[in-house]
């Protein structure tokens, strides 16, 4: 039985020769074999391959979209967008991103609950745009996801040596002990996974909003040296710092920095969309976790950046000599700096344990993403078949081995000559995110012309995202811009090595959908034909067997509206 692969995976073309009828649901059935039967077109496949589990609870996903891929962007990477702009041009450039994210995230979030697929991302590319983009876009992301998943590592093991007793210890150690942590999270069970990111989250969760509140009583003089800061730095510094230029330009081209850092930090919130494929009862507890989203953006984005502008004064010299001189750990953290300035000796070493915490969270949610990606490549006919084999738990081991193979690299930032190679890796994700956005929202575009064409009504989906495709096409304008423009700073004074770092990422993407595009020959698909519906009976079939969950007091209520 050989595997045709084409630009629009439709369910008769998937398999040559064929004798089996059409999949219909069959009450009985394993729901694991009947969406694999759905998917792959008959049952002898689906047992030879098996699938993945529907492992992860309402709670894991909803703290997953709350909390699952913040890493130390959030607390190290905010602080030299601070310094370069100003206060209110990271208030601002965080706010202007997130309001584009959250589009996305809708335009994504309809998508995902209309067909809840592992990996999703490229699948929606490949069967709604063109099979070249699916391509594009699942090994971009899975290079990505593998290389971030060294870098987290990475960050991991330095974060450790904040502490004393670890300084003379090899930080290879470390770095061994973190990959053996996130491969055993991953490769037992997906409900273990969600469990480990429940937990990592919920520490996240609860240090933002400590934070937020720190900052609030010492913004108010509530700290031990009874100083009330109010916006005082707003003043002076001042509010938005002149960057590149001098007058009204250097201050526009602050914020637009900010803009380009505040992308990056949002990196890894459409994951929410990679689970969706192991989420029970996907199709409420998707549009939920999507939600939630524009929650996670203010409270921890906008809400963080305004809290550090009142903290700090963007020229604090503590700041600027840890981000100059590049300290390890975090000395670069504006939260622990403004911890250190108010005088609250026991906080530090807390920050940074969240700090850890949050560099090993993210490194275990990038092996689960990565392996997913990789596992939808395989269903697009894109990747070698094997990798779509599954444990009896629902695990694509093959999937998680290759991704988890690639954190070896980490030990390259052990020594000096080796780090600088590393770095380059970590070079080429660098607008990977950017462009994953950018290709979700052109999957959307042709995903509401395609419920156009083939006489789907909108009114009729489980989750309607709203001002449609307008949504889609204003994140898609935002996203481009940030592309074009990410590197405007390395030509005034020309650098090359910056320029390579902030552009290279155009050219692999285009590479990699023309390899495609010219090795398949594969063409854009129009909306008429667009396939909306292979692997959809079976989810539609199992909608009916989830239970419906009734709170039993007022406790209930609450925890079930939180998660």
């Known amino acids: 039985m050989e595997k045709v692969t084409s630009a629009r995976p439709l369910p008769e073309e998937k398999y040559v020769g064929d004798p089996s009828p059409p999949y219909k649901p069959d009450d009985g059935a394993d729901p694991r074999i009947a969406e694999a039967t759905d998917m792959y077109g008959n049952i002898a496949t689906a047992e030879e391959f098996g699938y993945v589990h529907r492992g992860l609870k309402s709670r894991h996903i909803q703290f997953i979209a709350l909390g699952g891929t913040i890493?130390?962007?959030?607390?190290?990477?905010?602080?030299?967008?601070?310094?370069q702009a100003g206060p209110l041009s990271l208030l601002l450039g965080y706010t202007f991103t997130g309001v584009a994210i959250f589009a996305m995230m809708q335009s994504l979030g309809e998508m995902a609950t209309w067909l809840p697929l592992t990996g999703a991302i490229p699948q929606f590319c490949a069967r709604y745009v063109d099979g070249a983009m699916g391509f594009a876009v699942g090994w971009n992301n899975w290079y990505q996801s593998a290389i971030t998943l060294c870098a987290e590592i990475s960050a991991a093991s330095v974060v450790i040596q904040f502490w004393n007793g670890a300084v003379d210890i090899n930080v290879a150690a470390w770095i061994s002990l973190i990959i053996i942590l996130v491969v055993c999270l991953n490769i037992f069970a997906v409900s273990i996974y969600g469990e480990a990111e429940f937990c990592f989250a919920g520490v996240k969760i609860i240090t933002?909003?400590?934070?937020?509140?720190?900052?609030?009583?010492?913004?108010?003089?509530?700290?031990?040296?009874?100083?009330?800061l109010g916006f005082r730095y707003w003043k002076h510094p001042g509010a938005m710092r002149q960057y590149k230029s001098t007058g009204d330009a250097g201050r526009f081209l602050g914020l637009f920095s900010t803009l380009v850092n505040a992308a990056f930090s949002y990196g890894g919130v459409e994951m929410v969309a990679v689970a969706a494929g192991e989420a029970e009862d996907p199709r409420r507890?998707?549009?939920?976790?999507?939600r939630r989203?524009?929650?996670?953006?203010?409270?921890?984005?906008?809400?963080g950046s305004l809290a550090i502008g009142v903290l700090l004064?963007?020229?604090?010299?503590?700041?600027?000599?840890?981000?100059?001189?590049?300290?390890?750990?975090?000395?670069?953290?504006?939260?622990?700096?403004?911890?250190?300035?108010?005088?609250?000796?026991?906080?530090?070493?807390?920050?940074?344990?969240?700090?850890?915490?949050?560099?090993?969270?993210?490194?275990?949610?990038?092996?689960?993403?990565?392996?997913?990606?990789?596992?939808?490549?395989?269903?697009?006919?894109?990747?070698?078949?094997?990798?779509?084999?599954?444990?009896?738990?629902?695990?694509?081991?093959?999937?998680?081995?290759?991704?988890?193979?690639?954190?070896?690299?980490?030990?390259?930032?052990?020594?000096?000559?080796?780090?600088?190679?590393?770095?380059?890796f970590q070079n080429l994700t660098t607008i990977a995110s950017l462009f994953t956005w950018v290709s979700i929202c052109v999957a959307y575009i042709h995903f509401y012309f395609a419920l156009k064409a083939q006489g789907i009504d909108r009114n009729t989906l489980v989750f309607k995202s709203p001002f449609q495709p307008y949504t889609a096409i204003f994140a898609l304008a935002f996203f481009t811009i940030i592309i074009v423009f990410n590197g405007f700073?390395?030509?005034k004074p020309w650098t090359k090595d910056k320029f390579i770092t902030a552009y290279v990422g155009i050219p692999i993407y285009f590479a990699l959908f023309a390899f495609w595009k010219?090795?398949?020959?594969?063409?854009?698909?129009?909306?008429?034909?667009?396939?909306l519906h292979t692997g959809k009976a079976a989810l539609d079939a199992a909608d009916l067997n989830w239970p419906e969950r009734k709170p039993r007091n007022f406790l209930e209520k609450v925890w079930f509206w939180i998660a």
Do not use: H, M
């Open 71 to 83: 890493g130390t962007g959030l607390f190290l990477g905010i602080g030299k967008a601070f310094q």
């Open 208 to 228: 933002i909003v400590g934070l937020l509140i720190f900052a609030f009583i010492i913004d108010l003089g509530g700290g031990p040296t009874r100083d009330r």
């Open 285 to 290: 507890n998707i549009p939920k976790a999507v």
């Open 293 to 303: 989203v524009f929650w996670r953006i203010l409270f921890f984005y906008v809400l």
């Open 313 to 424: 004064p963007y020229n604090e010299p503590r700041l600027l000599n840890a981000i100059e001189n590049d300290e390890p750990g975090g000395a670069a953290s504006p939260w622990v700096i403004a911890v250190y300035r108010a005088s609250v000796p026991v906080l530090p070493s807390i920050i940074n344990a969240v700090i850890l915490t949050s560099a090993t969270s993210s490194a275990n949610a990038f092996l689960y993403t990565g392996s997913r990606y990789l596992y939808a490549l395989a269903q697009n006919g894109q990747a070698p078949r094997f990798l779509l084999k599954c444990s009896k738990r629902g695990v694509p081991y093959f999937c998680i081995g290759i991704t988890a193979s690639i954190s070896l690299l980490t030990y390259l930032s052990c020594s000096s000559g080796s780090a600088t190679v590393f770095e380059w």
């Open 489 to 491: 700073d390395v030509f």
């Open 518 to 531: 010219i090795f398949k020959r594969t063409s854009w698909i129009p909306p008429s034909q667009a396939d």
